[in-house]
Nanobody
Framework: QVQLAESGGGLVQAGGSLRLSCAASGRTFSGLVMGWFRQAPGKEREFVAA????????YYAGSVKGRFTISRDNTKNAGYLQMNSLKSEDTAVYYCAAKYGGWSETTWAYNYWGQGTQVTVSS
């Protein structure tokens, strides 16, 4: 089992920045693809970004590309999501997720999930 815990959410004004962190524990972090998803009230959970084990490949949803940056530090068993130029439509609960194997943008492909952290962007 892999346990994931997000932190870093909060309230920020439009145009501001936040950095989310995801701490992993339990089973080996080696080989894990890490992803970030978000869910706004009344909407389905959606893909935000993913990064492969070595960090050599990153993937983004079109709505965040150019504004968000996903990264990871395998020596710390941690992943990050730097969010810049935040918009009100970015308001959601953000979830860290992980899986072994190839990357995916579908929620069902991820085996491990954090509890989520709220991000609220005021306009």
């Amino acid at each position: 089992q892999v346990q994931l815990a997000e932190s870093g959410g909060g309230l920020v004004q439009a145009g501001g920045s936040l950095r989310l962190s995801c701490a992993a524990s339990g089973r080996t972090f080696s080989g894990l693809v890490m992803g970030w998803f978000r869910q706004a009230p009344g909407k389905e959970r959606e893909f935000v970004a993913a990064i492969t084990w070595g960090g050599g490949s990153t993937y983004y949803a079109g709505s965040v590309k150019g504004r968000f940056t996903i990264s990871r530090d395998n020596t710390k068993n941690a992943g990050y999501l730097q969010m810049n130029s935040l918009k009100s439509e970015d308001t959601a609960v953000y979830y860290c997720a992980a899986k072994y194997g190839g990357w995916s943008e579908t929620t069902w492909a991820y085996n491990y999930w954090g509890q989520g952290t709220q991000v609220t962007v005021s306009s």
